[in-house]
């Protein structure tokens, strides 16, 4: 069984840095994409940062040049370096990652509060 556990959300003020992590366990054999989603109140999930096959990254245009998103493969964990933080991104924040055990899965984050508030 796959799961996946978040840390590193908190309160920060504005102009502020914080550090997220999503650590994977489980039986796996090879991860093949993973990414940080955010969902502010009465607003749609949206994708924010992804990484592909360890080296394709992408970003959202409202984050980018303040976000970095990285991958620890030896410790299969996924963690996005959030500076420059705005009030804007004050939103529940989701890892989801995709590969394989024995068969392809995908998993969910429990989810990790960040608000970005003087």
């Known amino acids: 069984q796959v799961q996946l556990v978040e840390s590193g959300g908190g309160l920060v003020q504005p102009g502020g840095s914080l550090r997220l992590s999503c650590a994977v366990s489980g039986a796996i054999a090879s991860i093949h994409a993973m990414a940080w989603y955010r969902q502010a109140p009465g607003n749609q999930r949206e994708l924010v940062a992804s990484?592909?096959?360890?080296?394709?990254?992408k970003y959202a245009d409202s984050v980018k040049g303040r976000f970095t998103i990285s991958r620890d493969n030896a410790v299969n964990t996924l963690y996005q370096q959030m500076n420059s933080l705005e009030p804007e991104d004050t939103a529940v924040y989701y890892c989801?990652?995709?590969?394989?055990?024995?068969?392809?899965?995908?998993?969910w984050g429990q989810g990790t509060l960040v608000t970005v508030s003087s």
């Open positions: 989801k990652v995709q590969g394989w055990t024995h068969r392809w899965f995908e998993r």
């Open positions: 990484i592909v096959n360890g080296a394709d990254t």
